[in-house]
């Protein structure tokens, strides 16, 4: 099993930055991909960006690419994301999640593990 702790959301105002991490415990040597979603009131859970574990590759999506940034650190097995340039539609819990596989899905279904979620809100 792998424990994914996620920190560092808050309320902001657009145009501010955040940065959220997530800590990963357990069996971490059997994960491949690490991801961030995230879920709004009244919507679905949405692919954020992801990240190769051992290459790092990374993937966005289309909203957040040029202000969000996925990283990793191996050595404290976590994975970060940088957000600048906060829009209020970017308000939403945000969650961490890994996969055994190393296919950067976008897909949530095709995660194994999740965190319990950060809330962030942006106010305009």
């Known amino acids: 099993q792998v424990q994914l702790v996620e920190s560092g959301g808050g309320l902001v105002q657009a145009g501010d930055s955040l940065r959220l991490s997530c800590a990963a415990s357990?069996?971490?040597?059997?994960?491949?991909?690490m991801g961030w979603f995230r879920q709004a009131p009244g919507k679905e859970r949405e692919f954020v960006a992801a990240i190769s574990w051992s290459a790092g590759s990374t993937q966005y999506t289309d909203s957040v690419k040029g202000r969000f940034t996925i990283s990793r650190d191996k050595a404290k097995n976590t994975v970060y994301l940088q957000m600048n340039s906060l829009k209020p539609e970017d308000t939403a819990v945000y969650y961490c999640a890994a996969r055994h596989g190393t296919v950067l899905h976008q897909l949530s279904d095709r995660y194994d593990y999740w965190g319990q979620g950060t809330q962030v809100t942006v106010s305009s």
């Open positions: 357990g069996r971490t040597g059997s994960i491949s991909t």
